[in-house]
Every structure is written in structure tokens, then in C-alpha cells.
């Protein structure tokens, strides 16, 4: 479908040849999304899966759901959101605006589809001042795929506030970098976030889990209700890398509550005290005591 240079990392967009109509997004060879045009609600990865369920228990079926991407990929679960409650307002914040415009014309999102897009790093948007405080704002950009040119024109504090639903998914080709992971980070994401509102965070971690822990325990400083859910044995020594979701409100989690909502076969769920038990002595991350997470090419992961 397309092939583009982004600072010298590739991004691909490829058909599957044993299922037209489905296409993976991958920058460096690093698979980052999987889109189903026939039915955006097929879902390739268990983690979207699991934000999708999420999401299924965040609102009465088909209301709208305000939902906030940081991290835009091929769009996989925007689409999921515009398939299962037409019309609702959704927001991504993308760095890549080349990459953004190449899926949006390689994959339309469909017609009537409310969605809106702010190019910039993540961390710079969340910091712009919100309503009511004093500072310069960042200019967001009608998306393209509603046909508008990117004319900067909208301030983001009229944009992304009063999220019901932020999925933070701000990887930099297999990494993500501790300024957009840290307690800082998270406290503004939490200021943007509507009363009640859900935060999920798309991590890669394997045993002993030092970053998740760390991420966990940073997110527990910050919101009420943490919960974690891996597919992978929390204990095991020989586990491999996976995707480690952890989801996060001042809120009781619907997936907390109502754990049947995961689906079979059910993934770990830490959530109250085995997760503070798993979290045990984790430092929480700041911008001055953060890492990077773990790269899935260090040796420690053959």
C-alpha cells in the first residue's frame, strides 16, 4: 500500500495476502497496527482486545464516547470506537503528520466519522495550559480525513479536555521514552481526563516486570483505581516479552468489577492487593528518575 521515511526509520503499510481487507502498519519492521477494513471490529493484538473491552464498559452500548489516541497508528482503535458507537468525538495527538496522512489516504475512515488530530509531541500537547490557565497553547489541525487542510487553526485546550477514554500508545518505532511516562506526563494526562474518566497504557515488558511495576506504581500517585492485565505468567522467570496493559481512573474500572468483560481465555488481572504485592518496592518514575522501556533487541529478551 506505501512505504515512507520517517528520520530514516521505514513505515510500511502491507495487505495480508491470506486475508484482503486486512493491513498491518510497521515502521522499522516493528509491527505497530492491524486493521480489518471489512470489520474494524476484529482485533488482531490480545491488548487491543483488552482496551477494547474497556472502552465496550465505559459507556452504555452505542453512546458516545469521548476518546482520546495519543499515538496514532494505522487508527485500529479509533476505527473500533467509530464501528461500535457511531459519531462519537475522538481526538489524536500524532507526531508523524506524514504517516497520519499516508493511512488516512491509504485507509478512509468512513463517512460521518467526528474525528480530530493535533500533530505535535505528546508531551508538549499535554502541557499546553488548560482553560482557565495562563501560558501559550498548542494549535491542532482539522483531520484530513475530513477533508480539511491542516490550517492549525483550533487551540488544543478547546480540543482535549474532559476525555472519557484516553488510550496513551506513544511508542518511537519498539521504545517508549520515559518523558512521556512519567508521574509528570500522567498528571496532565489526568487533568484532561473527564470525572470517571479511563486511562490505558500499551507497555512491552517481560519478567521481572521492573518497568511495568515502576509504570504502575507511578500511575497508583496519581489515580484512584489502577488495574494491570497481561496475558503473560506474572511469574514466570522464562516468560517472554509481551504487551502489558495498565488501566487507571478515579473511578472503579468496569474490567476491575466485571472481569468477565476479558473475555476467554482470561488474561492476569492485578488490581487492589496483588497489585500492590506485584508493585512491591517499584519507584515510581519522574521526569528527573525515569526510564526508557525495555528494548525488545536487548539480549536479555533471547
Same mark, same amino acid.
Given at each position: 500500500m506505501f512505504s515512507l521515511l520517517l528520520d530514516n526509520r521505514k513505515a510500511k503499510l502491507v495487505q495480508s495476502r491470506r486475508r484482503p481487507g486486512r493491513y498491518e502498519l510497521s515502521v522499522d519492521g516493528i509491527a505497530q497496527s492491524v486493521v480489518s477494513?471489512? @470489520?474494524?471490529t476484529e482485533l488482531e493484538y490480545a491488548y487491543t482486545q483488552h482496551i477494547a473491552r474497556a472502552m465496550d464498559a465505559a459507556a452504555e452500548p452505542g453512546a458516545p464516547l469521548f476518546t482520546v489516541h495519543l499515538g496514532a497508528g494505522a487508527l485500529t482503535l479509533a476505527r473500533y470506537v467509530e464501528a461500535t458507537r457511531a459519531g462519537s468525538p475522538q481526538l489524536v495527538v500524532e507526531f508523524e503528520p506524514a504517516l497520519y496522512a499516508a493511512v488516512i489516504a491509504a485507509l478512509p475512515l468512513p463517512p460521518? =466519522? &467526528? $474525528?480530530?488530530?493535533?500533530?505535535? +509531541? #505528546?508531551? #508538549?500537547?499535554? &502541557? #499546553? +495550559? !488548560?482553560?482557565?490557565?495562563?501560558?501559550?497553547?498548542?494549535?491542532s489541525s482539522p483531520s484530513p480525513a475530513l477533508g480539511a487542510a491542516a490550517s492549525g487553526g483550533t487551540a488544543v485546550d478547546t480540543d482535549w479536555v474532559d476525555a472519557r477514554f484516553t488510550v496513551v500508545d506513544l511508542w518511537d518505532a519498539a521504545v517508549i521514552r520515559h518523558r512521556v511516562a512519567s508521574q509528570e506526563f500522567y498528571r496532565r494526562v489526568a487533568a484532561r481526563s =473527564? #470525572?470517571?474518566?479511563?486511562?490505558?497504557?500499551? $507497555? !512491552? @515488558? *517481560?519478567?521481572?516486570?521492573?518497568?511495568?511495576?515502576?509504570?504502575?506504581? /507511578? $500511575?497508583? /500517585?496519581?489515580? &484512584?483505581?489502577?488495574?494491570?492485565? !497481561? +496475558?503473560? %505468567?506474572?511469574? &514466570?522467570? %522464562? *516468560?517472554p516479552l509481551g504487551n502489558v496493559v495498565i488501566f487507571a481512573s478515579d473511578e472503579p474500572l468496569g474490567i476491575v468489577t466485571d472481569p468477565d468483560l476479558l473475555g476467554s481465555p482470561r488474561p492476569h488481572m492485578l488490581h487492589d492487593g496483588s497489585l500492590t504485592s506485584w508493585i512491591a518496592e517499584a519507584r515510581i518514575m519522574t521526569d528527573a528518575d525515569g526510564t526508557d522501556s525495555p528494548d525488545p533487541d536487548d539480549p536479555i529478551w533471547d
Open positions: 477494513m471489512p @470489520d474494524p460521518g =466519522a &467526528d $474525528l480530530r488530530v493535533i500533530f505535535g +509531541d #505528546a508531551r #508538549a500537547v499535554a &502541557d #499546553a +495550559d !488548560l482553560p482557565g490557565e495562563n501560558g501559550p497553547s498548542v494549535s =473527564a #470525572a470517571g474518566g479511563v486511562v490505558a497504557v500499551n $507497555l !512491552l @515488558d *517481560g519478567h521481572p516486570f521492573d518497568y511495568s511495576r515502576r509504570q504502575a506504581a /507511578t $500511575l497508583r /500517585t496519581v489515580f &484512584d483505581h489502577v488495574a494491570v492485565v !497481561l +496475558d503473560a %505468567e506474572p511469574e &514466570d522467570d %522464562e *516468560g
